[in-house]
C-alpha cells in the first residue's frame, strides 16, 4: 500500500512523501509504520526530520500557526515605513544644510551618493555569491 506523508525539516523546509508500507499493516498502526520508514530512509541520509504525519489539511495547518502571507504583508509595511522615514530625512537634512550652508556641501552629497551606491551593489552581488556558494555546498554534502 502506497500513502502520501507530510515532512517538516528542522530547517522549516517541508515536502510530501509517498511511503511504501506491507498491506498487511493494521489502519491504526499505518501512520506509525511509515514515519519509521521515513525517519530510517533520513537517517541513512544523515537528515534531520522534525514532524512527519500522513497528509492531511488540518494537520499541515497546525504545523504552521502563523499564515506566511500575513507576516509577509507585515514585513512589506515595514520596509515601506523604514524607507519613508529615511527618505524625509534625508529631504530635510538637504534642505536645512542647503538653508544654513548656501551649497558648499553639494560635493559631499555627490561623494557619499556614490560610495553609498557601491557599498549597497557590493553588498548585494557578495550576498547573492555568498548564498549560491553555499547551496553548492549543501547540494555536495547530499
Do not use: C
Not at 89 to 113: A, C, N, P
Request: hydrophobic residues 45%; glycine residues 6%.
Amino acid at each position: 500500500m502506497q500513502i502520501e506523508m507530510f515532512v517538516v525539516f528542522q530547517d522549516n523546509t517541508w515536502t510530501t512523501l509517498k511511503v511504501d508500507i506491507p498491506d498487511d499493516t493494521p489502519k491504526e498502526k499505518i501512520e506509525e509504520v511509515a514515519s519509521k520508514i521515513l525517519l530510517d530512509d533520513f537517517g541513512k541520509k544523515g537528515m534531520n526530520v522534525e514532524f512527519i504525519s500522513i497528509k492531511d489539511n488540518k494537520k499541515q495547518r497546525a504545523v504552521f500557526p502563523i499564515d506566511v502571507s500575513e507576516v509577509t504583508k507585515l514585513g512589506q509595511h515595514a520596509i515601506r515605513y523604514l524607507t519613508l522615514i529615511v527618505m524625509v530625512y534625508v529631504f530635510g537634512t538637504m534642505v536645512v544644510l542647503i538653508y544654513t550652508k548656501r551649497g558648499e556641501f553639494i560635493d559631499q552629497i555627490f561623494t557619499w551618493s556614490i560610495v553609498g551606491f557601491w557599498t549597497f551593489f557590493f553588498g548585494y552581488f557578495g550576498t547573492m555569491i555568498a548564498q549560491e556558494v553555499l547551496e553548492t555546498l549543501i547540494k555536495r554534502k547530499k
